[in-house]
Every structure is written in structure tokens, then in C-alpha cells.
């Protein structure tokens, strides 16, 4: 992960960026990067993307094995800007007087759309990751799809530092909102009993309100199924949506509670004696 | 910005209604160079998308009673950059804003000293396409202060200045702001002044500046007046926009004021201009507009493409039929 290996991930940046701007850009971002101008990281952060356009970058072969190697391949589809804030921030967090912090503070109280996503993707990348702990949690609580995609898509930050009440909640909302489930980092490990429960009510709120239920949901449960996770899950198998009755299959299958699988085996015998 | 009139107006005086008919400008788009959005509903949002509103500016201003802390006005400006830009994506309309300290809340000396501390952080933020609203109001010793610092900060960035005029006394103000803007070495074509009237107008456009017209029941402009200044001064270097906000006002002005123009017998290239392209040319003189984003054009940037689609998965607002009684 991001502080583990803090001088390839700034080599990485730093290669890329190069490659990807035009010699007075770089330049004027690598003195943006310097101690001297720790000050001044506030408004270089904020205009920077009037200096490097919003291209999305190009990577070389070797780059894009670099990016798999540390598991950050999505930073591909990243525009320059992104990239650049992420790498300024990333070098000043680091550098030995430690006053960027304050600054940072700052730049995520007056952020705008843009602004936001990036300071986001970057807390992973700073020194003293787990000072971002509170904000992150804060994060979840935004309406604005590209930041809530931002925090909860392809971050290795939630899974890896949020207490278990705030990744509750990030999930719970990924599935509100209808994030992408297949992009959250750690969601199989991060799995616990009660996010299990909070989303099987979630999926019966759904079933009474006539709405679907995106199947994702229904693998997170079946490590924990109990009698009222199943009751839940038994509502979806009178529903007719075959997608969903599937994935409720699939779970009770992998999962360890026997009156569920007895359930299925006579559902099974009933149907094939019809 | 307004405004005292009375919802008790007398309707007796206003005469039949003529209906708005949106198909004489179908297909066409606007620009709103002066619309307060946080004061509207996603109805308003709706109904302009619906009538071709493709892009807008909204100026930071006055919230109809005063601040007392710099976090409010700080709160005002991210919210300006950030929520309401998101809102307004969410119905295919790209938001712009201007950011600066507005008359009135400038003769709140103590609070505008601290203002004047945050603006640097906002003004160079994407899409911030300029200063404003600013200028005078009462006219007075610190209005006048708060708006030569503005400038300042306007030649420093190289960003474009919104100018509102004062209701009171405007003649005299509206030349004041001109003349203190050009001492400040400020060039006429940055300059936008706004509100103007058949008073203002002439004086405004030999001096090379921009003349935005604020199409607003009662106390601003009416529609038909604005058809004959058109017709009297031409198209050049006039826009009008709604300016609408939390008092009675009309987010459709512009696409109203279009249909009139056509109905009135202007050309649809004058109309164009006026509605559409001056704002957009004095705007993009900040480098903050990318006509690709809204315009419809194939030629869409990538990060344009790569906010839209993401937006889009995150569901693009979708659409309610207010006229059912069933609301699921």
C-alpha cells in the first residue's frame, strides 16, 4: 500500500507526469512541489489545473506494469490534473515539517466538485494516512456522486482505515446510490455480521417499496446468514426477478445455516414434482 | 438582485396573459449569464434544460439578510463551486459562477476585511468565470473601497468583472463604476456591467464595455422594453440574463425574452447573440469556458467525457410527471 512504498508510488507520479506534460508545466509543478513553496500549496493546488489541462494521461507498457504491480492499475483512466494534485499533495504531506496538514484541512473545506474527488484519492497517498480517519467518514455523508465514487470506488483507503461502523456505512450507501459494488477495494474481507443485517433490512425495504435489489448485496450475507437474514432473502425467492433469486441461491449454497439449505432442497423437490 | 414589490399586486392592472409558446425558439440554445440557482427549485432547473438553458453564470451575492460570520460566506462560495454545479449537472446544464464580496455586505467593514482574506482560494477554482457581483449599492465610502480592491484582484488574475448597478440613483452609479474601473487600468471589453436600462445603456456601449440587460417583473426590466433596445442599439456586446433569485423572478427570461425577439420580428442571429454568444464571449475571456462541455459538439474534451459518464452512473436526475397525482 501507499506509504509502504512511498518512493516508488513518487517515482511512478513523477515519470508519468513528465510524460505527460509539456516542459513548462512540469517545471513549473515540480517547483510547486518544492519545500520552499509548502506555503503557497493552497493556491497551487487550486489553479493547477489551469497549468496541466484535463487530459486523461497516457501510460507506457512498463508504467502500466509498475501500477498493477502496486494494485493501482484505475489510476490509468485518472486526467492529468488528478494525477498532479494527487502527486503535489502527496510530496508536501511528506516533507519534514509536517505543517501541509493544516493546509489540507483547509483545501477540503472550500473544495469544489473537481477539488474534492482529488483530495479524496490522495488520502491514501499521504504520510500519516490514518490523520484522514474523520474526514473520509465525513466524506460519505457527500450527495455528489463523483466524490462518493471517488471514496468508495477503487480507493484502497476505506477498507484499509475506516472503523467498522464507517465501512458499514460506505457500503450501505455504495448500494443506496448505486455505485459500482465491483470497484469497492476489500469488500469480501471487510464483510461482517452487522453490515449482513443492515443490508438484508435494506433489501426488505426495498421488496415492500415494489423496488429491486441489486444482487451484489446477497454474497456479503451468506458468511453471517441467520433466521433473519434468511426471512429477508425468502421474500426475494416469491419475487420474480430471476437475477436476484439466482444470487440468493448462490449464497445460501456458500453459506454454513442448514434451514436455509433444507429450504432450497424442498423448494428444489416441490418444483421438480410440480 | 431586488426588490420590495408586493405579491398583492393589482392582477386587474396586468391584463389577459399571453402564453408562453417555447416552439418559436425550439432548438435553439441560451446562455443565463446572471441566475442565483440556490435560491431555486429543481422545477426551475427542469423547465430551463426544457427550454434550451444549456449553461449559466451564477454571481455570488447578497442572500436577503446579511451574514454574520466569514464560515457563511465561505460556505456560500464551496457550495457556489460544489453543490450547486453538481445540482445543475444533473439536468444537463453546466454552471458557472462569478465569486467577490457584494455591495451591500461590504459595508460590513470587519466581516469584508476577512472576505477579502478567502477570495484568492476562490477565484482561481474551475469554472469560476470571474468577479462579481459586485459594485456599489448605496454607494457609499466602503462599497466603494470593497470594489477598487476587487478590481485589484480582477487584474491581478486576468478574470472578468461582473458589475451590478445600483437601483437607486443608477445613472450616476453606472458611470461611477466605469470610471473607477477604467482608473484602475482595467480594459472596457473585461468589464460586464449589469442591470441595465434605457438610461445606462447608451453611455455603457460607447465606452466599450458590456451591457447586460436583467429581464425582472417590476423592478428591473420588462421583456418588450428590452425588444426595442435591441432594436434601437443592435446586437452587439448585449446579453440579457434572469438574475433570478429568491424574489419574484422568472428563470425563463431568457428563453422568454428569445421567443419575443423572434415574434417581434428580430434575426435569429441577432437573437443569438444576445441570448448566447456575447455572454459566452465575455465569460471566456477568464480561459474557464470550454463551449464543448455544453454546446452539444462532437468534440467533447476527455475530462469532459469522463465527468459526464460518471455522472451519468451515478444516475442522471430522472424526470418526474408533475402533472400525475401518483408519485412513486
Same mark, same amino acid.
Given at each position: 500500500m501507499a506509504t509502504d512504498n512511498y518512493k516508488e508510488i513518487s517515482n511512478l507520479f513523477f515519470d508519468i507526469l513528465q510524460d505527460n506534460l509539456n516542459e513548462a508545466s512540469f517545471a513549473w509543478l515540480q517547483h510547486a512541489g518544492k519545500a520552499s513553496e509548502l506555503t503557497k500549496l493552497g493556491q497551487s493546488f487550486v489553479l493547477l489545473p489551469r497549468k496541466t489541462g484535463k487530459l486523461i494521461i497516457k501510460i507506457s507498457s512498463n508504467q502500466l506494469k509498475t501500477l498493477e504491480k502496486l494494485e493501482l492499475t484505475t489510476i490509468k483512466e485518472w486526467t492529468v490534473d488528478r494525477l498532479a494534485r494527487v502527486w503535489l499533495l502527496h510530496s508536501q504531506s511528506y516533507q519534514p515539517a509536517g505543517k501541509a496538514k493544516a493546509v489540507i484541512e483547509n483545501l477540503f473545506l472550500s473544495a469544489e466538485v473537481n477539488e474534492a474527488v482529488a483530495l479524496y484519492l490522495a488520502i491514501p497517498f499521504l =504520510? %500519516? @494516512? %490514518?490523520?484522514?480517519i474523520n474526514q473520509c467518514t465525513e466524506g460519505?455523508? =457527500? !450527495?455528489i456522486g463523483v466524490v462518493l465514487e471517488a471514496i468508495m %470506488?477503487?480507493? @484502497?483507503y476505506p477498507s484499509k482505515y475506516l472503523s467498522e461502523a464507517a465501512w458499514n456505512q460506505l457500503v450501505l450507501k455504495a448500494f443506496f446510490t448505486e455505485? !459500482?459494488?465491483?470497484?469497492?477495494?476489500g469488500l469480501a474481507e471487510r464483510a461482517n455480521a452487522s453490515l449482513a443485517l443492515t443490508l438484508s433490512d435494506y433489501a426488505r425495504e426495498r421488496y415492500a417499496a415494489g423496488r429491486k435489489v441489486n444482487p451484489a448485496l446477497w454474497q456479503l450475507t451468506a458468511p453471517f446468514l441467520d433466521e433473519k437474514i434468511f426471512e429477508a432473502m425468502k421474500i426475494g425467492l416469491q419475487k420474480q426477478d430471476t437475477a436476484d433469486k439466482m444470487a440468493i441461491t448462490e449464497a445460501i449454497k456458500s453459506s454454513d445455516y442448514k434451514p436455509a439449505k433444507r429450504y432450497m432442497e424442498d423448494l428444489a423437490f416441490s418444483e421438480s414434482s410440480k | 438582485m431586488c426588490c420590495s414589490s /408586493?405579491?398583492?399586486?393589482?392582477?386587474?392592472?396586468?391584463?389577459e396573459p399571453e402564453a408562453f409558446d417555447i416552439s418559436v425558439v425550439k432548438g435553439m440554445k441560451f446562455f443565463d449569464p446572471h441566475v442565483h440557482m440556490t435560491s431555486r427549485t429543481t422545477d426551475d432547473y427542469q423547465a430551463m434544460a426544457d427550454a434550451g438553458v444549456v449553461a449559466l453564470v451564477e454571481p455570488a451575492f447578497w442572500l436577503g439578510q446579511p451574514r454574520t460570520g466569514i464560515d457563511s460566506f465561505r460556505d456560500y462560495y464551496s457550495s457556489l463551486v460544489g453543490w450547486e454545479r453538481f445540482r445543475s449537472s444533473q439536468f444537463g446544464i453546466k454552471h458557472y459562477c462569478t465569486i467577490g464580496l457584494n455591495s451591500r455586505e461590504a459595508n460590513n467593514e470587519r466581516l469584508a476585511e476577512q472576505v477579502m482574506e478567502i477570495l484568492p482560494l476562490f477565484i482561481y477554482k474551475e469554472g469560476v468565470v470571474g468577479i462579481g457581483e459586485i459594485g456599489f449599492d448605496d454607494q457609499t465610502a466602503a462599497e466603494e473601497k470593497y470594489y477598487r480592491l476587487q478590481l485589484e484582484l480582477a487584474k491581478e488574475s486576468g478574470l472578468p468583472v461582473q458589475v451590478h448597478t445600483p437601483h437607486r440613483d443608477k445613472k450616476k452609479g453606472t458611470q461611477r463604476s466605469m470610471d473607477i474601473a477604467l482608473e484602475h487600468g482595467l480594459s472596457p471589453e473585461q468589464i460586464i456591467i449589469d442591470h441595465n436600462n434605457e438610461e445606462t445603456v447608451k453611455e455603457v456601449l460607447e465606452r466599450g464595455f458590456y451591457a447586460a440587460f436583467t429581464i425582472y417583473p417590476f423592478t428591473k426590466m420588462g421583456n418588450e422594453r428590452m425588444v426595442d433596445i435591441v432594436k434601437q442599439y443592435g446586437s452587439s456586446k448585449i446579453m440579457v440574463n434572469s438574475a433570478a433569485d429568491w424574489g419574484i423572478s422568472d428563470p425563463l427570461a431568457v428563453p422568454k425574452t428569445a421567443a419575443l425577439m423572434k415574434l417581434k420580428g428580430i434575426s435569429n442571429e441577432d437573437i443569438e447573440l444576445v441570448t448566447y454568444r456575447n455572454a459566452i464571449n465575455a465569460f471566456a475571456q477568464s480561459g474557464q469556458i470550454d463551449e464543448a462541455d455544453f454546446a452539444g /459538439?462532437? /468534440?467533447?474534451d476527455q475530462s469532459g467525457k469522463f465527468e459526464g459518464n460518471t455522472i451519468l452512473r451515478g444516475g442522471q436526475q430522472p424526470r418526474t410527471d408533475k402533472s400525475s397525482i401518483i408519485i412513486s
Amino acid at each position: 500500500m501507499a506509504t509502504d512504498n512511498y518512493k516508488e508510488i513518487s517515482n511512478l507520479f513523477f515519470d508519468i507526469l513528465q510524460d505527460n506534460l509539456n516542459e513548462a508545466s512540469f517545471a513549473w509543478l515540480q517547483h510547486a512541489g518544492k519545500a520552499s513553496e509548502l506555503t503557497k500549496l493552497g493556491q497551487s493546488f487550486v489553479l493547477l489545473p489551469r497549468k496541466t489541462g484535463k487530459l486523461i494521461i497516457k501510460i507506457s507498457s512498463n508504467q502500466l506494469k509498475t501500477l498493477e504491480k502496486l494494485e493501482l492499475t484505475t489510476i490509468k483512466e485518472w486526467t492529468v490534473d488528478r494525477l498532479a494534485r494527487v502527486w503535489l499533495l502527496h510530496s508536501q504531506s511528506y516533507q519534514p515539517a509536517g505543517k501541509a496538514k493544516a493546509v489540507i484541512e483547509n483545501l477540503f473545506l472550500s473544495a469544489e466538485v473537481n477539488e474534492a474527488v482529488a483530495l479524496y484519492l490522495a488520502i491514501p497517498f499521504l =504520510s %500519516e @494516512p %490514518e490523520s484522514w480517519i474523520n474526514q473520509c467518514t465525513e466524506g460519505i455523508r =457527500s !450527495n455528489i456522486g463523483v466524490v462518493l465514487e471517488a471514496i468508495m %470506488e477503487n480507493n @484502497p483507503y476505506p477498507s484499509k482505515y475506516l472503523s467498522e461502523a464507517a465501512w458499514n456505512q460506505l457500503v450501505l450507501k455504495a448500494f443506496f446510490t448505486e455505485k !459500482n459494488i465491483n470497484n469497492i477495494i476489500g469488500l469480501a474481507e471487510r464483510a461482517n455480521a452487522s453490515l449482513a443485517l443492515t443490508l438484508s433490512d435494506y433489501a426488505r425495504e426495498r421488496y415492500a417499496a415494489g423496488r429491486k435489489v441489486n444482487p451484489a448485496l446477497w454474497q456479503l450475507t451468506a458468511p453471517f446468514l441467520d433466521e433473519k437474514i434468511f426471512e429477508a432473502m425468502k421474500i426475494g425467492l416469491q419475487k420474480q426477478d430471476t437475477a436476484d433469486k439466482m444470487a440468493i441461491t448462490e449464497a445460501i449454497k456458500s453459506s454454513d445455516y442448514k434451514p436455509a439449505k433444507r429450504y432450497m432442497e424442498d423448494l428444489a423437490f416441490s418444483e421438480s414434482s410440480k | 438582485m431586488c426588490c420590495s414589490s /408586493s405579491i398583492a399586486r393589482d392582477k386587474a392592472t396586468m391584463g389577459e396573459p399571453e402564453a408562453f409558446d417555447i416552439s418559436v425558439v425550439k432548438g435553439m440554445k441560451f446562455f443565463d449569464p446572471h441566475v442565483h440557482m440556490t435560491s431555486r427549485t429543481t422545477d426551475d432547473y427542469q423547465a430551463m434544460a426544457d427550454a434550451g438553458v444549456v449553461a449559466l453564470v451564477e454571481p455570488a451575492f447578497w442572500l436577503g439578510q446579511p451574514r454574520t460570520g466569514i464560515d457563511s460566506f465561505r460556505d456560500y462560495y464551496s457550495s457556489l463551486v460544489g453543490w450547486e454545479r453538481f445540482r445543475s449537472s444533473q439536468f444537463g446544464i453546466k454552471h458557472y459562477c462569478t465569486i467577490g464580496l457584494n455591495s451591500r455586505e461590504a459595508n460590513n467593514e470587519r466581516l469584508a476585511e476577512q472576505v477579502m482574506e478567502i477570495l484568492p482560494l476562490f477565484i482561481y477554482k474551475e469554472g469560476v468565470v470571474g468577479i462579481g457581483e459586485i459594485g456599489f449599492d448605496d454607494q457609499t465610502a466602503a462599497e466603494e473601497k470593497y470594489y477598487r480592491l476587487q478590481l485589484e484582484l480582477a487584474k491581478e488574475s486576468g478574470l472578468p468583472v461582473q458589475v451590478h448597478t445600483p437601483h437607486r440613483d443608477k445613472k450616476k452609479g453606472t458611470q461611477r463604476s466605469m470610471d473607477i474601473a477604467l482608473e484602475h487600468g482595467l480594459s472596457p471589453e473585461q468589464i460586464i456591467i449589469d442591470h441595465n436600462n434605457e438610461e445606462t445603456v447608451k453611455e455603457v456601449l460607447e465606452r466599450g464595455f458590456y451591457a447586460a440587460f436583467t429581464i425582472y417583473p417590476f423592478t428591473k426590466m420588462g421583456n418588450e422594453r428590452m425588444v426595442d433596445i435591441v432594436k434601437q442599439y443592435g446586437s452587439s456586446k448585449i446579453m440579457v440574463n434572469s438574475a433570478a433569485d429568491w424574489g419574484i423572478s422568472d428563470p425563463l427570461a431568457v428563453p422568454k425574452t428569445a421567443a419575443l425577439m423572434k415574434l417581434k420580428g428580430i434575426s435569429n442571429e441577432d437573437i443569438e447573440l444576445v441570448t448566447y454568444r456575447n455572454a459566452i464571449n465575455a465569460f471566456a475571456q477568464s480561459g474557464q469556458i470550454d463551449e464543448a462541455d455544453f454546446a452539444g /459538439s462532437v /468534440s467533447i474534451d476527455q475530462s469532459g467525457k469522463f465527468e459526464g459518464n460518471t455522472i451519468l452512473r451515478g444516475g442522471q436526475q430522472p424526470r418526474t410527471d408533475k402533472s400525475s397525482i401518483i408519485i412513486s
